[in-house]
């Protein structure tokens, strides 16, 4: 096996649940740019060197993790492929192509089989969502989703998180923020999230939604219903960015066509699904957050209550770790249901 990318906040988590998982692996190559070539990362008890990425690193892997950027996939997943290897995506370069299977294990793992060489991992706000809503499709039925996301700084990447943290410092410091980040890097403006919100994750695109929003609502459809444009599900998204270091929370609103669906009903079928866990008792002031469900594979559900004035409609609480589920987790898991499907 291989992770490219194998320095990065999701790189580094990568490695750790690989080692947790149940693949055999017999030998791991760690990837990464030439600035980072030489460094030793652990990986269960063996020293590994990482070693800087090249065509020819992929001869003889059978599996490609990777999560180094979608310009460093697109140049190096191909010839990984050509080399033989099936590679597991992390960044949003092959998402959108038809061929390329668009996986969140718990809900499609059935499309595996159709790949290419390629898999790639969803948007983390997507995969949480796609976990917390598919068994309420397959209890009751979705027709609407409407999401707003309180998106961790660590969906950014590690510089983003360590800006998070020295900007809280300035500003308890009665400093000014230095803010060259958020809300992306690509931007000609930039703005503290110490202290604050934004209502802008990637770019802005000419309809005034943000790229993630775009992603969340296309990648819902592609993963529930194998077309990135299929009407039959209605999503809306609005992506912000809040002053958490990880974890990503959402508000979701649904509509599940049918009148006489009940709170209980919902509660049972995430109750009883795999990967999600059922975290609602009001009168206890039991709910997810992120400070508990950082570090966890799982994502957690509660707040579940009926819409009062639509029959049929639900608000849920959905929370998740951004690095292991929304990231390094799922990607590792898809491999895990490929060595067991014997896809490789």
Known sequence: MAI???????????????AASTIPVAKLKLLASQRSAGKV???KDQQVTVEEAKPESFTGVDIVLASAGGSVSKKFLPEAVKRGAVCVDNTSAFRMEPDV???VPEVNENVLPRHHGIIANPNCSTIMMMVALEPIRQAVGLKQIIVSTYQAASGAGQSALNELYSEAQDYLDHKDMQATIFPTKGEPK???????????IDVLEDNYYSHEEWKMIHETKKIMLNDMDAP???VTATCVRVPVPISHGESVWIDTGDPDA????????????PGVVLQDDPAHQVYPQPINATGKRETFVGRIRADLENPGAFNLWIVSDNLLKGAAWNTVQIAERLVAQKLV
């Open 232 to 234: 039959d599900i209605k």
């Open 41 to 43: 990362l652990t990986f």
């Open 4 to 18: 490219l990318g194998a320095t990065g906040a999701v790189g580094t988590r990568m490695i750790q649940q690989l």
């Open 190 to 200: 930039h703005y503290p999230l110490a202290f604050n919100l934004l209502p802008q």
């Open 262 to 273: 009940t709170v209980d009903e919902l509660r049972a079928a995430i109750d009883a699904a």
């Open 101 to 103: 299977p668009l996986v």
